[in-house]
């Protein structure tokens, strides 16, 4: 199976995609840490953060879609861009996130 930069298999990176464009408030999604970094392992979890008019509600159910419901084999970690207080992983996340979706725009794995 082809992988992409983020060690992910190329049909789960559609999968994702899919599942954030369920919600019409999510504007952008980025995956940062070491999967963004390229130092990632086997079994690294998914970090990815969300932009838009996020509530609790749209947190909570993405993160159930994705740990839950799909079969794909990685932990996702997700973060509301917006509603964190930590500057440093706001600025981790500007320094090497890379955007995987934004509504309306298509963003090539």
């Given amino acids: 199976m082809k992988s992409n930069r983020f060690g992910l298999r190329s049909s789960d990176l559609e999968d994702i995609i899919k599942t954030l464009k369920q919600f019409d408030n999510i504007c952008e999604a980025i995956i ?17 953060a969300i932009k838009g008019d996020i509530d609790f509600k749209t947190l909570t159910h993405l993160s159930y879609l994705l740990n839950e419901e799909s079969l794909m084999p990685y932990k996702f970690d997700i973060v509301n861009y917006g509603g964190t207080q930590h500057h440093d992983l706001k600025e981790h996340i500007d320094r090497i996130g890379i955007s995987i979706y934004h509504k309306d725009i298509l963003v090539s794995a």
């Fill in 32 to 48: 940062f840490g070491s999967r963004a970094k390229g130092n990632y392992k086997h079994g690294s979890d998914v970090d990815i």
